[in-house]
């Protein structure tokens, strides 16, 4: 928990990592506690708590004694008091969701991917915001705005996508300008890695973890990282592309770095229903139904391997074998012990390849000789990337920010 100061010019400051204390206290916490983790007066505290009651942001819950002297009132938050929006844009569907200040999913939507012009796009973003704000009986003005979460490379800078390699009629797509002017609201463009490293610290299994890799497997590959409590972007915001890393291993021609023994390449959805093909997996789908939809011959694929196919095990296998070598490298360069996988990809996947791929990591990284590297999935689900962007909205929205100490 972030530290506050007693000085009066700081309140917005204060209000926020009070409002912080508050939120990561699920089961309440009194004033009197919050002044001892803060370092603030009490009649600071006092005073920033009487501001968030009267603006609904949170409610007197109970009262507990705890030893002599008067009962203590304990503060929780009003969870729906602030709600984001989060897209995350895969090249196969578009998902949004809306999340509370606790982190609760409050409503979902998927919709097929946009396409055609930059106003086409917008415009059907627009709707399905629109759509999805109007599903659930929240007003509006409780919503602080819509996160995107996207594959890069992403220019944050002017809100808009550079050339994503599966999104190809993406190309220089500005988003955040026109969307914000569309929906009257805030709008914020992170990639989508980052967004979900930012969603498992807030919300997820990384809550109390100030070092980790998040691992995404899906139409592409990549990564997030926190150091030392901060998730790490980047000087452009493009932080944790690891898709071509090399692997030792070959798997088709990659687009990006035109080899075929990167990361990329050997995860490649494509690459893998056909390895799975050649085992003699049957999927019982034509070929064009597999080009169509690669995510159903990919869960097809995870369930012949559950229920002891060879081919498809071995399939499984060739991506954890792979995926394990690529993070156990990473968690070696910057010595971590714990490790989240997520994405649509490896959710077909997981129930046979975590335990192998905390195995390869574990047998292969330079860490193993002084400490074990902790290897789990994401409790976020196939919507990781869209919540993260929504956390990504509301902690820009409410988390303190020792930036704003700054004199300008």
């Known amino acids: ?29 009194s004033r009197v506690e919050l002044a001892e983790e803060t370092k603030l007066s009490p009649q600071t505290v006092s005073n920033v708590v009487r501001r968030l009651l009267d603006d609904g942001m949170v409610r007197e819950d109970r009262t507990i004694i705890n030893g002599p002297g008067k009962p203590r009132t304990v503060l929780q938050l009003e969870n729906n008091r602030l709600l984001g929006v989060g897209i995350h844009l895969d090249p196969g569907v578009m998902t949004l969701v809306v999340v509370n200040l606790a982190g609760e999913k409050v409503a979902e939507l998927s919709r097929p991917l946009p396409s055609g012009s930059q106003n086409e796009i917008i415009r059907e973003i ?82 109390g973890h100030n070092n ?29 592309e690891f898709g071509h890393f090399v692997v030792g291993e070959t798997g088709i021609d990659c687009r990006v770095c035109g080899r075929e023994d990167c990361v990329a390449s ?44 060879k081919g498809a095990s071995q399939v499984v296998l060739l991506v954890a074998e792979r995926l394990g070598a690529a993070v156990g490298t990473l968690v070696s360069i910057l010595d971590l012990d714990t490790v989240f996988v997520g994405g649509h990809t490896w959710n077909d996947v997981s129930e046979l390849a975590l335990d192998l791929v905390s195995d390869v990591i574990n047998r292969n990284h330079l860490g193993a000789g002084s400490h074990t590297v902790t290897v789990r999935n994401t409790a976020l689900g196939t919507s990781v990337g869209a919540m993260g962007g929504a956390c990504v909205i509301l902690d820009s929205h409410i988390s303190p920010r020792a930036s704003s100490l700054l004199l300008r």
């Open 1 to 29: 928990m972030q530290r506050g100061s007693n000085l009066e010019r700081l309140g917005d400051y204060n209000q926020a990592v009070i409002l912080e204390g508050i939120r990561l206290a699920p089961e309440g916490i």
């Open 212 to 240: 980790f890799v998040f691992a995404y497997v899906g139409s592409g590959v990549g990564v997030g990282m926190v150091i030392d409590g901060q998730v790490v972007h980047g000087v452009s915001g493009n932080a944790g």
């Open 266 to 309: 050997t995860l490649n959805p494509k690459y893998l229903l056909q390895q799975a093909q050649e085992a003699g997996v049957d999927f019982g789908m034509t070929e064009a139904e597999i080009e169509a939809d690669p995510s159903a011959a990919l869960g097809l694929m995870a369930t012949k391997a559950r229920d002891g196919d």
């Open 126 to 207: 627009t709707d399905a915001v629109n759509v999805l704000i109007r599903s659930n009986r929240h007003k509006r003005a409780n919503y602080v705005g819509v996160g995107i979460a996207a594959p890069g490379p992403i220019d944050v800078a002017n809100g808009r996508l550079i050339n994503p390699p599966l999104l190809d009629e993406w190309k220089n797509i500005e988003l955040v300008t026109p969307l914000s002017k569309s929906l009257r609201m805030p709008v914020t463009l992170s990639k989508d890695t980052v967004a979900m490293t930012i969603a498992e610290q807030w919300i997820g299994g990384g809550q």
